[in-house]
């Protein structure tokens, strides 16, 4: 069985178009009845509603986008592609480089194994998403439909914590020995791509896929497989 290892890190929503959308549905909470309340919020408080509402949207692949891809196969040092001026087009570009770099580098006489951790629930999900956004077709390996119990996948927090449980990768790196994520953590992307730190997710989603793979190696050598 072959294993690809993968993290993604996504920021929210970039284009003048989709924050004014996003703006456009921020009303006053609802508890708010009076007039001179309602003007308060609209000046005090309506902008960071507006903020955080965007901010939301780096969980949301029809709004946010992918802007670092991290992957590995079983024995080589981890590797990514970024975007850094952002544009769709760059998404995109960085999204194709990608599958076509995991196909030309890694071979496989069977679709591999992807490895990620929450990767049934956001990474294959986010990708497919934004592919389908971006008009990329998705390679026949690409497992799109995957069921966290399926052999097309291995989600590290779902073997963990069951269907309906959860675990952060650096609580279960904790719990296994694994060096963890340090001073960085994945609700500091957005910021950290807005002040130009690009090649500091780079490392950090590198770093993130080779903690994947090393709490994935300890987990298949007590289930025997």
């Known amino acids: 069985m072959t294993f690809l290892y993968l993290d993604i ?5 970039q284009g003048k178009a989709a924050k004014e959308r996003i703006a456009s549905t921020i009303k006053p909470p609802a508890q708010m009845k009076k007039a001179d309340t309602i003007a308060a919020w609209e000046k005090d408080g309506k902008e ?6 965007i901010d939301k949207t780096s969980f949301d692949g029809g709004m946010g986008h992918v802007c670092c891809i991290g992957w590995a196969d ?10 850094v001026d952002f544009s769709l087009e760059e998404e995109a570009e960085m999204i ?19 490895v990620g951790h929450y990767i049934s629930g956001f990474d294959i999900r986010f990708i497919t998403q934004r592919a389908i956004v971006l008009g990329i077709r998705l390679p026949n390996w690409w497992p799109h439909e ?15 914590a069951g ?3 959860t675990v952060s990768l650096d609580n279960l790196c904790f719990a296994l020995g694994i060096e963890g994520k340090g001073d960085i953590d994945g ?5 950290m791509f807005k002040n130009g730190k690009h090649e500091e997710i780079a490392t950090y989603c590198r770093q993130d896929v080779e903690r994947v793979r ?3 190696k300890k987990m298949i050598a007590a289930f025997g497989e």
């Open 9 to 13: 890190e996504t920021i929210p929503a």
């Open 48 to 53: 960071q509603a507006v903020l955080d509402a």
């Open 74 to 83: 079983g024995k080589n040092q981890p590797q990514s592609y970024s975007v």
């Open 96 to 114: 194709d480089h990608f599958f076509s770099a995991v196909h030309g580098e890694t071979s496989w006489s069977s679709p591999p194994t992807l």
């Open 146 to 160: 995957a069921k966290p119990w399926g052999n097309e996948i291995f989600d590290t927090m779902v073997k963990w």
């Open 163 to 165: 269907a309906k449980g």
């Open 187 to 191: 609700s500091m992307i957005a910021q």
């Open 214 to 216: 090393q709490v994935h």
